[in-house]
Structures are given as C-alpha cells and as structure tokens.
C-alpha cells in the first residue's frame, strides 16, 4: 500500500480481513487498530511472564522499566480502543475527530517506545529489552500504518483552524469555557473559588500531602473537584491515575506552592517514573493566582538533542515559550547535559500538563 512506512506488513496485515473491498476506509483502519490491541494485549502477557519467570535475577532498573512497560502497554489499549470508538461514532471522520484520532494513535506510538527507552540505563537492559522488542516494535509500526491510512480519508478541516476541536475561541480560549472559569484560570481569587479539598504543610487542611489529596479524590467524575495546594514546599512524586478525571488543582502562585522532588536516570529511576507530577489521564486542569512564568530544568540529556528538543518542547505546549537561562552545562564525563529556564505561558492560558511526557518528547531521555 503507498503511503505507508511498512508496506509490507501493511499488506500483509489487511490480507488477513475478509470482505476488505466491501470496507469504507474508517472501517479499515478500525480492524488494523482492533488487530493491534490484541498484538499490544499479547504483548503485556509477554511482559508479566518476564517479570514472574526473571524475578530472581532482574535488577531494580530492569524491573522499573517492565513496570513501567505494563503501565503504558495500559495506556496505549485504552488509546486504541478510543480510536476504535470514535471512527464508529464517525464514519467519515470529521475535521475535529480526525485531529483527535491522530493525536491518540501518535500517543499510543510514543507509549512503545517510551517502553523500550526504559532499558537504556541498565546494565543488562539490552538483554531484557530484546524478549519484547520485536513484538513491541512490530506494534508500532502497525499505529504509523493507521496513521498513513488515516491521512487518506478526506476531511472539512480549514487550514486556519489550528484546534478544530475547541470551536470557536473567545479571548483565547474556547466559547464554551465560562467567563467565570476563563477568570479562574487567568489567575483569579482563589476565595471565589469552590474548593472540595485543601492541602497544607502546616496540617490547617484536610491533608498534608497532595498524594493523599488525589487519592481520596473521586473516580471517573463528570464535575471538577479542585484540590487547593496552600504556600509551602512538597517533596513527593505525584501521580495522577487514568480513573482520577476531572482534576483541578489551584495554588498560591509561582515561588508560594511549590511541588519538587529528585527522582532522575542517575539514581536509577526510568525517565517516565521521574515526572514530578505525573497526569495519566485525559481532562485536568493546572491555575495559579499570580505569575505566568515557570521555572524549569532538564537534566542528563544527549548534546544532539539539545537544539531540536527546546525547539520541540516550546511548540508542543499549546502558547508555552521556553527561555533558556544559561548554556548548557556538562554533568560528568559522560554526554550527558543540563539546561536550565522558564516556560513562559501566556495570559488566557491552561497549562494543562508538564510531565515527563513533554520532557520524552522533546528529547528522547
């Protein structure tokens, strides 16, 4: 088939589905899709026998990277199955909802190989990584696939709109964002605010800890539930699972409420483990009160990717700017890098997530 990376696994693959003649193109890609959650479902097994047989003799990063491995091989079925969904929803794949599939088959292909990037720091990683690599590589060249074959159905999509799925915008933000949530998020006072839960170092809120927040947060909620951060420094890696939806947390501002923590490749944490706040689901909000600038730092990053990275991360985040600080600063005697700076966000903005996401992204590690 033209158009695709893979050609032959892409002919090889639709050989196998009866009546394909008969098939709108939405339709075709659906059974590729449906084909490779059972190739990625396959392949979690693969991963939870490695785990149970090599127990004995796995080291603590090669059991972090499997981990890590079974969390987005999740990720990437529920990404997929969405995917399946929405070209049934819509046959001919509208402006807004091709954009949407798009982003989903790019974000269960990045899942793929945020997998394999795990076994990077490990010793024996290469040993590991080679039970599953094949498979997993196999996967991800059945998602590029859809994505070509996805290029061919038509759309109504204006050049002009960028974020079709927003809809109109009104002062930079989507009509259908409120005026009183368009204030929220611009900075407004956090007293104006309903507040379901307040975090305090000092004990003066329900806890003390935004772990603790999230966790007795609802699932699978429909309304917002805000988690207010008072002023104060929180060490702790915070991770916000798929079934925590409708988040929202509000703090003091940049330099009040702080979230730090250290995990890094160094001390033996996988790039995806060592997100300070993680967001692994689809709808949460981020606001603060005051400034509009946040401090940043990326470390241990190969000199290559340094360029094209900061390149990649200031367009990838929608109206985010990156401002670097300062050169680029050597850590030891390996390739390995430092860059300091700020993202800049501007005024009518949500910064919807920074994680390690956005971090892999842009520069691989």
Request: contains cysteine.
């Amino acid at each position: 088939m033209q158009r695709t990376l893979y050609p032959d696994l892409c002919v090889s693959t639709l050989s196998t589905f009866p009546n394909l003649e008969t098939k709108a193109m939405p339709q075709i890609i659906s059974k590729v899709v449906n084909h490779t959650v059972h190739e990625v479902k396959s392949s979690s097994n693969n991963c939870t026998t490695t785990i149970k047989n090599l127990q004995n003799t796995l080291n603590t990063n090669e059991k972090r990277a499997l981990d890590d491995c079974l969390k987005l091989f999740d990720d990437t079925i529920v990404e997929l199955n969405t995917t399946i969904l929405d070209l049934s929803k819509n046959p001919s794949s509208s402006s807004s909802s091709n954009q949407d599939l798009e982003t989903l088959l790019s974000g269960a292909m990045t899942n793929l190989y945020t997998c394999l990037d795990g076994f990077s720091q490990s010793k024996n990683g290469n040993a590991v990584r080679g039970l599953i690599e094949e498979k997993v590589i196999e996967i991800s060249h059945h998602v590029s696939n859809s994505l070509a074959m996805l290029k061919k159905v038509k759309t109504s999509l204006k050049k002009e709109q960028v974020f079709a799925e927003y809809g109109k915008m009104k002062k930079g933000f989507p009509s259908w964002v409120s005026a009183k949530d368009r204030k929220l998020l611009e900075g407004g006072n956090v007293n104006e605010t309903k507040i379901d839960v307040v975090v305090a170092k000092d004990g003066s809120g329900n806890f003390t800890t935004i772990g603790e927040a999230v966790a007795m947060a609802p699932n699978s909620s429909t309304t917002r539930f805000v988690i207010y951060i008072k002023s104060g420094a929180y060490f702790e890696n915070v991770e916000v699972i798929r079934k925590k939806t409708s988040l929202m947390f509000i703090g003091d501002g940049i330099g009040r409420t702080i979230i730090k923590a250290s995990r890094n490749v160094v001390d033996g944490w996988t790039t995806f483990q060592s997100a300070t706040v993680d967001k692994r689901q689809e709808k949460m909000e981020f606001s603060t009160s005051e400034c509009r600038e946040l401090p940043v730092r990326f470390k241990h990053i190969k000199r290559p990717n340094l360029k094209i990275g900061l390149h990649r991360l200031s367009t990838s985040l929608e109206k985010v700017g990156f401002n670097t600080d300062s050169t680029p600063k050597k850590l030891g005697s390996k390739d390995s890098w430092q860059i300091k700076g700020r993202l800049s966000i501007l005024k009518g903005t949500t910064l919807r997530s920074l994680t390690n996401t956005s971090r892999t992204a842009a520069f691989g590690h």
